[in-house]
């Protein structure tokens, strides 16, 4: 079962922006639908952000507009460019297939002060 991959998590403060980005754990020739996740403390994990197979791309409300998800199919790398991040984005975030999400990774620690 494939792995992923996440970094680029940082402590940044209010209104600044983050990159992160995912790759699997080993060389692969798929590039499934995948998705941005995060968790934050005392919180159930939430889809932040999915891209299917043909780049349609979607958001949950409190960042469309903010956050963009991206996929570079040549790297096979996807991309989560966080801007004007408010405190309450602070979460680890996580990478993983959009649908059935396999063995979740470590994760990245995103740190917003305010």
């Known amino acids: 079962q494939v792995q992923f991959v996440e970094s680029g998590g940082g402590l940044v403060q209010a209104g600044e922006s983050l990159r992160l980005s995912c790759s699997p754990s080993?060389?692969?020739?798929?590039?499934?639908?995948m998705a941005w996740y995060r968790q934050a403390p005392g919180k159930r994990r939430e889809m932040v952000a999915g891209i299917s197979i043909t780049g349609v791309t979607r958001y949950m409300n409190s960042v469309r507009g903010r956050f963009t998800i991206s996929r570079d199919s040549a790297e096979n790398i996807v991309h989560l460019q966080m801007n004007n991040l408010r405190p309450e984005d602070t979460a680890v975030y996580y990478c993983?297939?959009?649908?059935?999400?396999?063995?979740w990774g470590q994760g990245t620690q995103v740190t917003v002060s305010s």
């Open positions: 993983n297939l959009l649908s059935n999400p396999s063995t």
């Open positions: 080993e060389s692969t020739e798929r590039r499934p639908a």
